[in-house]
């Protein structure tokens, strides 16, 4: 069966022409740091890719001389560090994206190296003083837990939590930590030039953080609640093989977890955490293989949606809305997704715009953060996955988004998007109505922008997703804004 083409990246601001022609020349896990057994590698630019690839062209003996010169860089980039090292001068800034710590026990990263969208060290936990209130013996435990996944299976049995949990907890990650050699957060053209920390990167590196620097008497279910956690980047791992993951992986997952123990994970993919293949020889384990596994998912399938983050966008200085030249608006590509899902909201957006005498933009260009700035309400329909980048970067612009969707929404936060408090949700053939009902109340609107830009560090941003993430696992605070959902019946209509 031949390899499937890489998909490419929802929300990239190229031509579908240079996205195809991106598609048949995919480099990704370029330009991130690397430990091995010759000390960390330096990311290279751009422009170095670009010329690199240019001499490489031009024959082996090229190549050679590309490596050659990249390993003596190497080599005086190590020298440089051990100097400032030995004159105490360690708290300059590494080059390059951190590396992933796929288990507690793993070295922690720098913290110079932690995502710059970190307003603080974990400012938004309060784990140092916080105890799970339940103690494993009793029903209360994992009865949130329980409810969740019996949404997809009603007849599940009652899960225990192993006496043993610290250990079974280190040994998991440390089993999974052999098909992590090299690993680092994606990155290339894939990504549209992103190259992490992705958001299960986030969940390694923070809840990694929170264990290892907990205070005496902290247990393991004070961070994570009923769970027992898998700290692995499946993203990073997954993609770079062709969308299928090395052999013995999930063989050694599967044979490491107990049928009677919960289990949470975090997946970034629009495939979920086992992939998707119409072929069922090459998936060997499906998410309904483990039942007992609740999964937090950002691409569109799993048990609780998150929101699906790329880089962070800075707030935004708009207009009145009664003022934007725009009432509604969409910047993207239309052959993205669902077949029909964007060309027939754009007949529709237009012919709302055009039935009420309001100004309508659906485009393509570099200029869409001017345009989704100068629009009351703006467009963000689902992508391959459920999900699409763009709410989120809507949400972190401080913009009100009409999530467009088909055979059911990806709601993270659904409470907050049912109530009408962050956005507005729709289908393709409802649109109308609902921009109807959206305009009605124009106070609402303004009332709707504030709060989403007073809840930006905390719902929208890589380390808000994570308090958020670690309020409905312990069920601080009153456990949340995260919902759980049935799993959906296939991984990405």
Not at 52 to 81: E, H, M
Not at 112 to 130: E, I, M, N, V, W
Not at 253 to 270: E, G, H, K
Request: aromatic share 10%.
């Amino acid at each position: 069966m031949p390899e499937p083409a890489p998909r490419i990246v929802p929300n990239s601001d190229r031509s579908e022409q240079e996205l195809e022609a991106l598609e048949s020349e995919v480099k990704p896990l370029v330009g991130a740091k690397v430990e091995g057994a010759g000390g960390p590698a330096l990311a290279a630019t751009d422009g170095e890719r670009q010329h690199q690839c240019y001499l490489c062209s031009k024959g082996p003996r090229s190549c050679l001389l590309v490596g050659a010169i990249g390993l003596i860089g190497v080599f005086i980039a190590n020298a440089v560090l051990e100097a400032l090292e030995a004159r105490g001068a360690t708290a300059q800034p590494k080059i390059g994206v951190p590396r992933v710590v796929a288990s507690p026990t793993s070295e922690r990263p720098d913290p110079a190296d932690l995502p710059p969208t970190t307003p603080g060290k974990l400012s938004l936990f309060s784990a140092d003083d916080f105890r799970y209130p339940y103690d494993p013996s009793s029903r209360a435990f994992n009865v949130k837990a329980m409810a969740c996944l019996r949404q997809t299976n009603p007849d599940l049995q009652h899960l225990e939590y192993p006496a043993d949990a610290e250990e079974h907890f280190e040994k998991l990650n440390q089993t999974m930590t052999k098909f992590t050699t090299n690993v680092k957060p994606l990155c290339g053209k894939i990504t549209a030039g992103f190259c992490g920390p992705w958001l299960e990167n986030n969940w390694i590196w923070q809840f990694s953080d929170l264990w290892k620097n907990r205070r005496n008497g902290t247990r393991l279910r004070d961070i994570f609640g009923p769970y027992i956690p898998i700290l692995f980047p499946f993203l990073d791992v997954y993609v770079p093989h062709f969308y299928r993951y090395p052999p013995g992986l999930l063989e050694a997952l599967n044979q490491t977890m107990r049928p009677n123990v919960l289990y949470i994970a975090v997946s970034q993919s629009d495939d979920g955490i086992f992939g998707h293949w119409p072929d069922r020889k090459f998936v060997k384990f499906r998410q309904t293989d483990f039942p007992n596994m609740l999964v937090l998912s950002a691409g569109g399938y799993g048990h609780v949606p998150l929101p699906m983050l790329k880089q962070s966008e800075d707030p935004v200085e708009s207009m009145p809305i009664s003022d934007r030249p725009y009432a509604v608006s969409f910047m993207g590509s239309l052959d993205h997704g669902p077949r029909t899902c964007r060309p027939h909201m754009k007949l529709q957006a237009e012919k709302w715009g055009k039935l009420r005498n309001k100004t309508v933009k659906i485009g393509f260009g570099r200029d869409w953060k001017e345009v989704m700035t100068n629009t009351a309400l703006n467009l963000s329909p689902r992508g391959f996955g459920r999900s699409s980048y763009r709410t989120g970067e809507l949400l972190q612009m401080g913009l009100i988004p009409v999530y467009i969707h088909e055979e059911g929404p990806w709601l993270f936060y659904r409470d907050l998007w049912t109530k009408e408090r962050i956005g507005f949700s729709s289908t393709v053939s409802e649109l109308e109505s609902t921009l109807d009902h959206a305009f009605s109340d124009i106070p609402k609107l303004v009332d709707m922008e504030k709060r989403i830009r007073a809840m930006r560090k905390t719902h929208f941003l890589p380390l808000g997703v994570l308090d958020q993430i670690y309020k409905f696992m312990t069920e601080r605070d009153g456990g949340g804004d995260l919902r759980c959902e049935p799993l959906p019946a296939s991984i990405i209509r």
